[in-house]
């Protein structure tokens, strides 16, 4: 059973009976199907059932003259806002049935590598090497079953005008980095310097979510979790209509990509306002807008 379901509003453990007939009911009433002819003469099936705003389950399987036969499901929460547009990677698990993006952002500074959500549209594509050499809208989301609310850090006008402008100007030099320009690996090399000597100082007096304000950084074993620190740009409370249980979907800027977050009241400490920050372990998601 998948953990995530928690994160969505299932959180009450479901036995296996209980989730075998929701998943039986989703393939009658199901809110879209996405249907894939492949070589092998069955067809991919990608059936979707909405629980709430935003928030549901996805259902994969395979179609064949023997009937339906299902492969995986997982829960999912939908974006609107395109999170980034550099070129991908997917590739196949190891299983064969789910599929991985990754991206080099250069304003994460680590490789994104997320779960698509749309492998339907994936398998629709017939150039794949050609699409790999593309740049692609992404839009992530990312549910979490960890979470807490911090206070922000003040900043006047001046000071977050100077924080877009420095932002802007390291994304700028690697880009060149990555092309092989020496003054741009030098200027980040003293750069890097210089902010490792200013945490050094400041770090003897102040807490570190004082000094640091948003970051971005793998977590633990599985290539898809992230620890995450961002800012809250708008919140809402939401309700699971099967279960009735409440959750919270927040829109976070991190690193200056902006991603929504769903997760279950029960997990979140604190509570969420617009301006304030919210630090948490995700499961990244992606749908790529072939």
Known sequence: MHQYLRAIGFSDKMTRKELDTMLKKMILENDR?????????????????KFGPNIGIILCGEVDKDGFHQDYYFPYLEGETVSTKESLIIEQSGDGNTYSG????????????FYLQNAAA??????????????????????????????????NSMQMAYERESASKRKDLLADARKGNAEA??????????????????????????????????????????????????????ENEYTKEKLYQMTVECNDIILKVCMNSKDLLGEPERGRRFKGIVWLQGRVQF
Do not use: H
């Open 102 to 113: 990754a991206c080099e952002d250069p304003r994460v500074g680590v490789t994104l590598i």
């Open 33 to 49: 199907n996405d249907v894939v002819k492949q070589e092998d003469g069955s067809a991919f099936v990608e059936i979707s059932k």
């Open 185 to 238: 690996i030098e200027s980040l090399t003293l750069e890097d310097m210089d902010t490792y000597s200013m945490i050094s100082k400041r770090i003897q007096n102040e807490d570190v979510f004082s000094i640091v304000e948003t970051f971005f950084m793998p977590y633990g074993m599985e290539c898809d979790k992230y620890q995450i620190l961002g800012r809250i740009l708008e919140y809402q409370e939401i």
């Open 122 to 155: 994936l398998k629709r594509i017939t150039m794949q090497e050609e699409f790999r050499k593309k740049e692609q809208d992404t839009i992530l989301t990312a549910l979490s079953l960890e979470g807490k609310i911090l206070l922000p850090v003040y900043q």
